[in-house]
């Protein structure tokens, strides 16, 4: 195994080996170990959290003069083992084969940060940052799309980045542009009756069907012009509830909407516009309602910008090939810093087919060029010692 590899290998090893699965999303453990070796690398170092349970690390080593803030980011947690049968190896124990490394989050996204705590204390062995700052951030609830991670950082201002690279699944390839998403619910009422008599109640589902058949017509024909490059604008139908038994009139029904927007769409003109077709349906006053539930903006990195170009140069430099620009499918913990005006990169080894499968794993050998190309970037932007 090539030099560089043996230490990659033995953090994510390290990091298999600790359980952070959500649910529950407890992360104390895990985040305890990267906070420990960024404390002995020297790092000033921060167990930020909002909820007991749910720790996330913000690891900052300064320089002596001004310069840019740029962040890391991987997230702790994994989703579940699921069903233990389908895994050939023990989930939580790291297992070496064919230049790949098995296990739990091996690849999502525990993979990506054992590179950056690999980082992290290099920068620190090369004497840390000339310019700006370097900060590490490993952050829980992410996937849980939940508050107390990433997005809690920003909320308190524990990180205020120039250039945010967040670990994922790219193949070392970059990823600056993700879709904005936004959540709604519709409900619908009616009058509950037995089904033997429907006229004597109101139908809550056939209500619902002719909202959601009113939404579905509408966004055939506007989402049909919403493009860009290779990102597309998408509306889903993917929750409906309604009814309690077969020989009753319905008498109530929520149906519950994912939205994706491109980077130039914004969640409120999103809900406005969603809500605007849902009222001009006709139904009466009184028998639905139309709830934001959540949502961010997309965003787009510029592919001049700093935090780009120095990716872009050191991706050249490793490789031989010129950096290629990925489409993103789903929403990463990016999106937070979407209306800050910041660059905002995703960049990691592994593929994203191998995200919440089982035996899922990461390609050693893109584990080091990931190593390699990040401390380069890192040299560009902050002037590291190289």
């Known amino acids: 195994m090539p030099a560089l590899a043996k230490p990659l290998v033995s953090i994510l090893t390290d990091l298999i080996a600790i359980p952070s699965?959500?649910?529950?999303?407890?992360s104390v453990d895990i985040c305890a170990y990267a906070a420990q070796r960024l404390k002995k690398a020297g790092y000033k170092v921060e167990i930020a959290r909002k909820v007991k349970?749910?720790?996330?690390?913000?690891?900052?080593?300064?320089?002596?003069?001004?310069?840019?803030?740029?962040?890391?980011?991987?997230?702790?947690?994994?989703?579940?083992?699921?069903?233990?049968?389908?895994?050939?190896?023990?989930?939580?124990?790291?297992?070496?084969?064919?230049?790949?490394?098995?296990g739990l989050g091996a690849g999502n996204c525990k993979g990506s940060m054992a590179v950056q705590l690999w980082l992290a204390e290099e920068i620190a062995r090369r004497g840390g940052p000339q310019t700006g700052e370097v900060v590490f951030t490993f952050v829980a609830d992410e996937e849980n799309l939940g508050p107390n991670g990433m997005e809690f950082l920003r909320a308190a201002r524990k990180v205020k980045p120039d250039v945010l690279?967040?670990?994922?699944?790219?193949?070392?390839?970059?990823?600056v542009a993700e879709r904005g998403v936004m959540w709604a619910r519709?409900?619908?009422?009616?009058?509950?009756?037995?089904?033997?008599?429907?006229?004597?109640?109101?139908?809550?589902?056939?209500?619902?069907?002719?909202?959601?058949?009113?939404?579905?017509?509408?966004?055939?024909?506007?989402?049909?012009?919403?493009?860009?490059?290779?990102?597309?604008?998408?509306?889903?139908?993917?929750?409906?509830?309604?009814?309690?038994?077969?020989?009753?009139?319905?008498?109530?029904?929520?149906?519950?909407?994912?939205?994706?927007l491109l980077p130039s769409e914004?969640?409120?003109?999103?809900?406005?516009?969603?809500?605007?077709?849902?009222?001009?349906?006709?139904?009466?006053?009184?028998?639905?309602?139309?709830?934001?539930?959540?949502?961010?903006?997309?965003?787009?990195?510029?592919?001049?910008?700093?935090?780009?170009?120095?990716l872009e140069a050191a991706i050249r430099a490793r490789t031989g090939k010129k950096a290629r620009f990925l489409n993103a499918t789903?929403?990463?913990?990016?999106?937070?810093?979407?209306?800050?005006?910041?660059?905002?990169?995703?960049?990691?080894?592994?593929?994203?087919?191998?995200?919440?499968?089982?035996?899922?794993?990461?390609?050693i050998a893109q584990m080091e060029d990931a190593a390699h190309i990040l401390l380069a970037a890192v040299g560009r932007l902050n002037g590291v010692r190289l």
Not at 267 to 296: C, M, N, Q, S
Not at 330 to 354: C, H, K, L, M
């Open 330 to 363: 789903g929403v990463g913990d990016g999106r937070y810093f979407a209306d800050d005006g910041i660059e905002i990169i995703n960049f990691g080894p592994g593929s994203g087919t191998q995200g919440h499968a089982a035996n899922e794993s990461v390609p």
């Open 186 to 260: 519709i409900t619908a009422s009616g009058k509950a009756a037995h089904a033997g008599n429907p006229d004597a109640g109101d139908n809550a589902i056939l209500r619902m069907m002719r909202l959601v058949g009113a939404l579905q017509a509408f966004y055939d024909r506007a989402l049909r012009k919403r493009v860009s490059g290779a990102m597309r604008s998408t509306v889903n139908v993917g929750m409906f509830h309604g009814g309690h038994n077969t020989n009753v009139v319905p008498s109530a029904c929520t149906v519950e909407i994912d939205r994706r």
């Open 53 to 102: 349970g749910v720790d996330n690390v913000v690891a900052r080593l300064k320089a002596p003069n001004k310069g840019p803030s740029t962040v890391f980011n991987a997230h702790v947690d994994t989703v579940g083992v699921g069903e233990r049968a389908n895994w050939k190896t023990d989930p939580f124990k790291a297992a070496v084969k064919g230049g790949l490394v098995h």
């Open 266 to 310: 914004k969640v409120k003109a999103a809900f406005t516009e969603l809500k605007k077709v849902v009222d001009g349906v006709g139904e009466p006053r009184g028998t639905y309602k139309v709830e934001f539930l959540t949502g961010t903006n997309g965003f787009f990195a510029p592919e001049n910008g700093a935090g780009v170009a120095a």
């Open 21 to 26: 699965p959500y649910p529950p999303g407890e």
């Open 165 to 175: 690279i967040l670990g994922a699944q790219t193949e070392n390839q970059l990823i």
